[in-house]
């Protein structure tokens, strides 16, 4: 069964940390593609979106954490992008709970959208911030002001 979005070196930013959480994100977007493709009840697609909504939390939270302690500029308007989407993410959450919406192919490639924008227009921009420690463990630039 194919992926509906592939992980790419162009999606790199150049932090391990924020790189495996990258695909991990990929990970469960495909996962939730793959249940669908399958059949799986809504009920099952909920379970898979509601992982995706919380390790969506825990990513956001890890990379402001991050670009917070340097000198990026963006800051504000990168949490606002991510704030965007979490809200989108529990609307969409609620609205299946009300039984008001199902989870269709456009709820997928809506999110997939967003997931590489993301990445490919925004967190890109944090590559001049961040340095890799090739251990594996991942320190943010100092503010250099
Ligand atoms: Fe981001
Ligand atoms: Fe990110």
Not at 36 to 55: C, H, K, N, P
């Amino acid at each position: 069964m194919s992926d509906l979005i592939r992980w790419e070196k162009k999606f790199k930013v150049g932090n391990s940390r924020i790189d495996s959480q990258h695909r991990k994100l990929f990970h469960l977007v495909n996962e939730l593609y793959k249940a669908m493709q399958r059949g799986e009840a809504q009920e099952r697609l909920d379970v898979i979106l509601d992982e995706l909504a919380r390790y969506t939390d825990y990513h956001f939270r890890d990379e402001e954490g991050i670009f917070n302690a340097t000198a990026y500029p963006e800051k504000e308007n990168h949490c606002a992008f991510h704030r965007e989407l979490i809200e989108k993410v529990q609307d969409l959450q609620k609205r299946r709970a009300s039984g008001e919406i199902l989870i269709t192919v456009e709820t997928l490639e809506f999110l997939k959208d967003w997931v590489s924008r993301h990445i490919m227009k925004t967190d890109q921009g944090l590559r001049p911030y961040i340095q890799i420690d090739d251990a594996g463990d991942t320190e943010a630039v100092e503010s250099r002001d």
